[in-house]
């Protein structure tokens, strides 16, 4: 079993449609969490964290449920510029402070 | 400020032969790491270091070896390349829980 499963999509939507994305971890002792953005044959580039209160940046949300495990992120009104591939991230908190990626899911935006 | 760089950007060796990759970082960050990503597999660890002087397995090191003798610098090594290592290699430094990536490095074994 992967420890952080991910969707891989890819997720077709139209211009300025909503869509969000869920991942689940399976190490209930993780402590941090966070969402990255890659783009195309780019480096992964850090998009946000994700609080237990959640958090807003713009037109992401970002949500974590301990109880079950598993972190969401929200895109409102999606653009062609949010077209990428979105990797859920999570931090076991261990000496080696290396994180644990999922495999990402694909998201198109279509005009 | 460059932030984190890796060479070279691409190359092609054939099974059996050996190099060394190179990642620099000009922000003075104590963690750094490499990565490898392949197609639905998400980026594993390889080897990481938590300061100059010192390296740790991640969890894919077989094949791999590195050394960090300078801050800056994190080299990752493959002494005999096999098919099954072409793959994109990330190297990443950390300051606190943000890893900064470098561009990638993408390595076919032929």
């Known amino acids: 079993r992967k420890e952080v499963e991910q969707d891989p999509g890819p997720f077709n939507v139209p211009e300025g449609a909503t869509v969000a994305f869920n991942c689940t971890y399976s190490?209930?002792?993780?402590?941090?969490f966070f969402w990255y953005r890659q783009d195309c044959r780019k480096e992964p580039k850090l998009l946000m964290s994700?609080?237990?209160s959640g958090n807003e940046d713009g037109r992401f949300t970002a949500q974590l449920n301990r109880a079950s495990q598993y972190i969401s992120l929200l895109i409102r009104d999606s653009k062609l510029s949010d077209s990428a591939t979105y990797l859920c991230?999570?931090?076991?908190?261990?000496?080696?402070?290396?994180?644990?990626f999922g495999s990402g899911t694909r998201l198109q935006v279509q005009p | 400020n460059a932030g984190v760089t890796q060479t070279p950007k691409f190359r092609v060796l054939k099974t059996g032969q050996s190099m060394t990759l190179l990642c620099a970082q000009d922000?003075?960050?104590?963690?750094m790491y490499w990565y490898r990503q392949d197609p639905g597999m998400g980026l594993r660890l390889i080897h990481y270091?938590?300061?100059?002087?010192?390296?740790a397995k991640g969890e894919v090191p077989d094949g791999y070896n590195v050394s960090r003798l300078k801050k800056q610098n994190f080299l990752l090594g493959l002494e005999s390349a096999a098919p099954s290592q072409t793959s994109v290699y990330f190297c990443?430094?950390?300051?606190?829980?943000?890893?900064?990536f470098g561009p990638g490095t993408r390595l076919t074994v032929t």
């Open positions: 270091s938590v300061g100059e002087g010192t390296t």
């Open positions: 190490n209930s002792a993780s402590q941090s």
């Open positions: 990443a430094s950390r300051f606190s829980y943000e890893q900064y």
């Open positions: 922000m003075n960050h104590e963690y």
């Open positions: 994700v609080y237990s």
């Open positions: 991230v999570v931090n076991e908190d261990t000496g080696r402070r290396a994180l644990t």
